[in-house]
């Protein structure tokens, strides 16, 4: 009789467990998108009004993480309220040394990815650069078939073709209104810095997966902020080191008189883009132990077709045919890995009602 009521009651905790699960990826998704999108607009304000130096955009893009201090301290805390020792003792923990070591290699390429992006803001029109962006589908497509084991499906190697022949038709259309003022080398520049930072970023992501499923192996609070702390640190003190070497510091002064909306617009710009990528961040490394660094991604690429219309309305980009026609193909793109990550949703979900019959019936024998 007992074991009746018990298996009566797991459809409800099944049903409550994935109902605060997609409440937690809806939380996610907003400070995804929100930061994200946010933060991309304030850096292409700086350069558009005066901004010059590349090593500014770049170090905002992760020096605002002593914010996330209160945050940080809060997860460890809760972490050791909720440690269960008869179960962390029987997980082989990764030495010390080992999660430095990763803390520092993400930390380093982000800086590297940071200064890419830094390039394409500054040499491409804000439309152009978020549909070269979109190119992180396609990455993201190949790193996790190669190390998150992820399948190649149809819907998704179909995206990964629509894309590339989007950015493929930006790449020999880089000459526009909008970039006439400039070179057609620094084009060049900032197409493929792009280009190189959105393949940085989705390695990054599948990198993380590898991180959280089979070094760490757990998926809770303290892990999702320790993994976006200590890497924006060492990212913070890379992006340190190249302001200082390269001499852009000195010139720090000179470009708050001289930026258009004046100095307190400046400081507000450079402060709030660190603000908003910290939030992008958080959103980030929440989706991918939710779910997944592909699907982090698909919702990342979300912003690129949000961005575009906006820098139309903000930044006076011009809208030609062949951006239209890269717009529309990335928007297919993105509808393809959505709908695979449908059908994907929906199996997983057959197979647990499956499971749980199964268990049902061995309970009744």
């Not at 990763?102 to 982000?110: D, I, K, S, V």
């Not at 894309?163 to 620094?186: C, F, G, R, Y």
């Not at 930072?197 to 989705?202: L, P, Q, R, V």
Request: with cysteine.
């Amino acid at each position: 009789m007992t074991t009746n009521v018990v298996v009566s009651e797991q459809p409800k905790q099944l049903r409550f467990k994935e109902y605060k699960r997609w409440l937690r990826v809806t939380l996610y998704t907003i400070l995804l998108l929100t930061g994200q999108c946010t933060a991309t607009l304030l850096g292409r304000l700086y350069f558009d009004k005066g901004g010059k130096s590349r090593w500014t955009a770049s170090f905002v893009q992760s020096a605002g993480f002593p914010i996330l201090l209160p945050l940080l301290f809060y997860s460890q805390k809760h972490a050791k309220s909720t440690k269960h020792p008869n179960i962390d003792s029987c997980k082989t923990k990764p030495k010390p040394s080992m999660i430095c070591s990763f803390y520092l290699a993400f930390g380093l390429m982000m800086t590297a990815m940071d200064l890419l992006y830094a390039y394409g803001l500054q040499y491409l029109p804000l439309s152009t650069f978020t549909l070269v962006c979109a190119s992180q589908l396609g990455f993201n497509a190949i790193f996790t078939f190669f190390l998150n084991s992820q399948k190649l499906t149809a819907l998704i190697f179909n995206s990964i073709v629509v894309l590339t022949i989007s950015v493929a038709l930006l790449a020999i259309n880089t000459e526009s209104e909008d970039t006439k003022h400039l070179p057609k080398e620094k084009q060049i520049i900032g197409f493929f810095c792009s280009l190189a930072a959105s393949a940085t970023f989705s390695l990054h992501h599948s990198l993380l997966q590898i991180y959280f499923e089979k070094v760490i192996k757990t998926e809770t609070l303290s892990a999702v902020m320790n993994m976006n702390f200590y890497p924006m640190l060492i990212a913070t003190c890379g992006g340190s080191v190249g302001l200082v070497a390269s001499g852009d510091w000195k010139n720090l002064q000179t470009e708050m008189k001289e930026f258009e909306n004046g100095r307190v617009s400046y400081v507000m710009t450079l402060v709030w883009t660190a603000v908003m990528w910290q939030i992008a961040c958080i959103g980030m490394l929440g989706l991918i132990f939710e779910v997944s660094s592909l699907f982090s991604t698909v919702i990342g690429n979300l912003e690129l077709t949000i961005t575009p219309i906006l820098a139309v309305m903000g930044f006076g980009d011009k809208i030609c045919r062949v951006k239209v026609i890269a717009f529309l193909l990335a928007i297919w793109g993105f509808l393809s890995y959505i709908y695979q990550h449908y059908l994907d949703d929906q199996k997983n979900k057959e197979n647990r009602s499956n499971g749980l019959e199964f268990s049902k019936g061995e309970e009744q024998i």
